[in-house]
């Protein structure tokens, strides 16, 4: 696609439910970044896959948070057992190939999930 | 492991003033640093970046930063602010490391920049 596209762009559930968020870079972009962004908080990363390598989950803040990248494109974040602390901006970002500036590489970022636990 | 800092919460400047959102970061190695701004409701966007090279770096809408090794800073600069670039601005590292194939871009806290008219 055009851009990265991110949904639903706005989810209220309840405390306790669980919740899934969605990314689809774009299209050949292999690496695909999940970040959190909350009131104050700056960007948070939380889980980055490249290709077909194991992903990098350092930044997940508890077993309840998931992700997981089929196919090396479409992405799902999974949150179970929600909580109010999970109340925040989700964005996806994706980048182009590892190459030799890999490092180098701009992130393209979706609108994000806005999501709040009531 | 990577960060960086962003120590002002906000700036404020008035319309036509030079402008500095200042950041410094802390790699293990050489770093590859990035600006990206957000603008109310919409997404973030890429401003610039340093890889290796001249230490001042031109980027979108005018803006510019200085990369400083020996006071690992990457401030953002613009010589005349525009109501129009009040925004939130963030700074980011990535460390090149060995294994380019896997290190994340870590984001600071971010900065308001507030342009009166």
């Known amino acids: 696609g055009a851009g990265v596209s991110q949904s639903p762009s706005n989810k209220v559930t309840e405390k306790g439910k669980d919740v899934e968020l969605r990314c689809d870079p774009i299209?050949?972009?292999?690496?695909l970044y999940w970040y959190r962004q909350s009131l104050g908080q700056g960007l948070e990363f939380l889980i980055y896959?490249?290709?077909?390598?194991?992903?990098?989950k350092s930044g997940l803040p508890s077993d309840r948070f998931s992700a997981e990248r089929t196919g090396g494109s479409v992405s799902t974040l999974t949150i179970q057992r929600t909580q109010q602390e999970d109340s925040a901006v989700y964005l996806c970002a994706s980048s182009p190939p590892t190459g030799a500036l890999s490092g180098a590489n701009v992130l393209t970022f979706g609108a994000g999930s806005r999501l709040t636990v009531l | 492991a990577q960060s960086v800092a962003q120590p002002e919460d906000q700036v404020n400047v008035a319309e036509g003033n030079p402008l500095t959102v200042k950041c410094t970061y802390s790699v293990s190695g050489n770093p590859y640093l990035f600006w990206y701004v957000q603008y109310p409701n919409r997404g973030l966007q890429f401003l610039l970046k340093y890889i290796t090279g001249d230490n001042l770096v031109k980027g979108s809408y005018g803006f510019e930063a200085e990369f400083n090794k020996s006071q690992t800073s990457f401030h953002l600069k613009k010589p005349s602010a525009l109501v129009s670039d009040s925004a939130l601005y963030f700074c980011a590292v990535r460390d090149k490391g060995m294994n380019t194939g896997f290190q994340k871009l870590v984001f600071g806290t971010g900065t308001r920049l507030l342009v009166s008219p």
């Open positions: 299209s050949g972009h292999t690496a």
């Open positions: 896959f490249q290709g077909n390598s194991a992903p990098d």
